[in-house]
């Protein structure tokens, strides 16, 4: 492994982004398979392409049933090795197709999100084990009904936390199911697709719902309820607050809550909102955004800067607005100033927002 | 750039990647070596088949590769060799029935799927039954190659199950037997569908022969053919069923000549044709069995 992590990182010029890296992998496992196909073709055709019903190749000599009674049936060392060849290849070729579906399975996580240990070996191991089982089963329907039969004895369920941790479970048995059947270009084919569909499908955030509050937004309420009115910690640790469930920062907020009415201290947060900058290239957008929020806000500290690798970075900051320029306003000025440096900009706003008291400080971040 | 190991490296590995690529050369020298062997053989064998008194003795019975394993129609070519075809692809091979050498294959366009039943030829094109009526025109194809095709729709579908496909280039019109008559548990007549060239829905014509002429001393039930050939001497109609594993020869007015079963070791007789050197030739579908395509002496 330490041999393939180095060539990838020379064809990747050790990039971390992960379409690089896996269009690297692909590369290299088409060249190891153009050159295997060249001085082996018939056994590349028998693991790639069989289950699809390819057209012989050339005159083949058929067995004479009269001349060997054994109907063709032949047993020997030859037959056993050819057998064992070909699950040995159905299996390394199950292996080499899954391995890059777990490390999108690993990267390509929603923010925040951990991986699920378990998960990422289950997926290694099902479509050996798929595999094992279509190859040994395939063309026989005794078979079938047999193994129908055993599997309906051996209950086995599981709930997965993450839907998507699902339609990982289900490539892995189509790359199983590929490679029994013998055909692992239709596996090869399925999974290349699938990891980058989904590694785009992660990395634009494909999905969300623009009439909804984004996903930073469900934080909004518990952050401004958090905000302290004693001007100290105006904002909570950001990492302990998304440590958190939405809940359980709610719960916290109303405990938050009724220690204030309790203690009877009422004083304006310092920050009323957060601003979420996504952007590739940091220094330039945040020399740009900051230039904005000099002249749109009434203050502003940089409180985030979160790298990424393989999608944008995030920048995020605490704002207070002016009452005279609302959020949309500001976003729109944002936009204008430093355009062409973000990817995105949202600003996430509380109650507190309406400022009355055109106070005129500003903290420069 | 390679050192001086890597330089040994592949030295020391050139021989063995020489003997993993196979060279067409060595494989087609070792395909004639066969061919010749396997024809003195079979020489010897239909002359014991002549001087034996027993008429069922089979004298090759070539064991087809997993891509035939739905073996189904058979035709004889101007060649002297078979066209057969897979029963759920529009896929054609050829095989010469006298040395057991699969000589190529070839598809429709496109991988075309169906219930192919038989095959025939007329003239310089090929023609593929589906068992609803449907048959598929095309020309024949290079080894591996991918052929165009046409369709023309007998619309028999809902009337008959179709099996059987041959061409009386006597009097240019294919015959089509029907396996089953669609709506009828058990037909009482074997039903042929006549159908000259070039084809037209509004020339067809039919003939049936009552099953009890077709039974004959049997024990039969029915008879449900699953091909249909003609003797290229006599003209008759020859027919095998698989579920009766019987065989059929009839004139072409409907008359019996001879109904009997098959020699024993048919599991599934899916196809039939009969050569100018009176070979008959039976392919059988693979169930328990592996597909086989049998040859024995052909008496008239």
């Known amino acids: 492994m330490p041999v393939l992590s180095g060539v990838i990182d020379v064809l990747t010029m050790k990039s971390d982004r992960p379409v690089r890296r896996l269009v690297a992998y692909y590369v290299i496992l088409a060249i190891i398979v153009a050159i295997a196909a060249f001085f082996f073709p018939n056994e590349m055709s028998r693991i790639a392409a069989k289950g699809l019903g390819d057209v012989p190749e050339g005159p083949t000599v058929l067995n004479d049933a009269l001349s060997s009674p054994n109907t063709g049936v032949t047993f020997g060392l030859g037959s056993l090795l050819g057998v064992a060849l070909t699950t040995v290849l159905i299996l390394l070729g199950a292996l080499v197709l899954i391995l890059p579906v777990t490390w999108v399975y690993m990267s390509a996580r929603p923010s925040g999100g951990q991986h699920n240990q378990?998960?990422?070996?289950?997926?290694?191991?099902?479509?050996?084990?798929?595999?094992?089982?279509?190859?040994?089963?395939?063309?026989?329907?005794?078979?079938?009904?047999?193994?129908?039969?055993?599997?309906?004895?051996?209950?086995?369920?599981?709930?997965?936390?993450?839907?998507?941790?699902?339609?990982y479970v289900f490539l892995s048995i189509v790359v199983g199911f590929a490679a029994g059947v013998q055909s692992l270009a239709v596996g090869a084919v399925v999974s290349i697709v699938f990891n980058f569909v989904l590694i785009i499908t992660w990395r634009y955030d494909y999905g969300r719902n623009m009439l909804m509050p984004t996903a930073s937004a469900q934080w909004s309420r518990p952050l401004q309820a958090l905000a302290s009115p004693t001007g100290n910690h105006q904002i909570p640790d950001r990492d302990l607050m998304l440590s958190l469930t939405p809940e359980k920062a709610n719960a916290l907020a109303d405990r938050f809550d009724r220690v204030r009415d309790t203690i009877g201290k009422k004083k304006k947060a310092r920050y009323n909102s957060v601003l979420h900058i996504t952007t590739d290239d940091v220094a330039e957008a945040q020399q740009k955004v900051e230039q904005a929020l000099d002249r749109m806000t009434k203050r502003w500290a940089l409180d985030e800067l979160v790298t990424n690798v393989g999608k944008p970075s995030e920048l995020f900051y605490l704002v207070r607005l002016r009452k005279s320029i609302p959020r949309d306003t500001l976003l729109a000025g944002i936009h204008?100033?430093?355009?062409?440096?973000?990817?995105?900009?949202?600003?996430?706003?509380?109650?507190?927002?309406?400022?009355?008291?055109?106070?005129?400080?500003?903290?420069?971040? | 750039m390679i050192g001086a190991r890597g330089l040994v490296l592949l030295a020391g590995l050139s021989p063995w990647v020489a003997a993993c690529r196979e060279t067409p050369g060595a494989k087609a020298a070792e395909v004639q070596a066969v061919e010749a062997t396997r024809k003195q053989e079979l020489a010897r064998r239909l002359a014991l088949a002549d001087a034996s008194p027993a008429k069922s003795l089979p004298v090759a019975k070539w064991i087809m590769p997993p891509e035939l394993r739905e073996i189904s129609g058979l035709t004889l070519t101007s060649r002297g060799t078979v066209l057969t075809h897979d029963d759920n692809i529009g896929r054609v091979y050829e095989v010469d029935p006298k040395t057991g050498i699969l000589l190529k294959g070839f598809s429709l366009e496109g991988g075309v799927r169906g219930d192919f039943e038989a095959i025939t030829i007329a003239g310089s094109d090929i023609y593929l039954l589906e068992s609803k009526g449907k048959i598929f025109k095309f020309k024949e194809g290079a080894d591996a190659s991918q052929v165009p095709y046409s369709v023309f729709d007998t619309r028999l579908g809902k009337e008959c199950e179709f099996e059987g496909l041959a061409y009386e280039a006597d009097s240019t019109r294919f015959v089509m037997v029907c396996k089953k008559i669609r709506g009828k548990n058990e037909t009482h007549e074997l039903l042929i569908y006549r159908l000259p060239l070039p084809l037209d829905r509004a020339t067809m014509s039919t003939l049936r022969v009552p099953s009890e002429d077709v039974i004959g001393s049997n024990k039969w039930k029915g008879f449900h053919p699953s091909d249909i050939n003609i003797d290229p001497i006599t003209k008759n109609y020859v027919l095998v069923a698989s579920r009766e594993k019987g065989l059929l020869v009839m004139t072409p007015d409907g008359n019996v000549v001879r109904s009997e079963p098959l020699p024993d070791g048919h599991h599934q007789p899916e196809g039939v044709a009969i050569t100018r050197d009176s070979i008959l030739i039976v392919s059988d579908e693979a169930n328990v069995k592996p597909p086989a395509i049998t040859l024995y002496r052909w008496r008239r």
């Not at chain 1, 084990?129 to 051996?154: C, D, E, R, T, W």
């Not at chain 1, 995105?344 to 903290?363: I, R, W, Y």
Request: avoid cysteine; charged fraction near 25%; hydrophobic fraction near 50%.
């Open chain 1, 118 to 167: 378990n998960v990422v070996q289950t997926l290694v191991i099902l479509p050996l084990v798929v595999a094992g089982i279509v190859f040994m089963v395939q063309n026989s329907l005794a078979l079938a009904f047999s193994l129908a039969g055993v599997v309906g004895a051996v209950r086995f369920r599981t709930t997965l936390r993450d839907s998507r941790d699902l339609v």
């Open chain 1, 336 to 365: 204008a100033n430093a355009g062409d440096a973000i990817a995105s900009a949202d600003l996430e706003t509380g109650e507190l927002a309406e400022d009355k008291s055109g106070d005129k400080d500003k903290d420069k971040g």
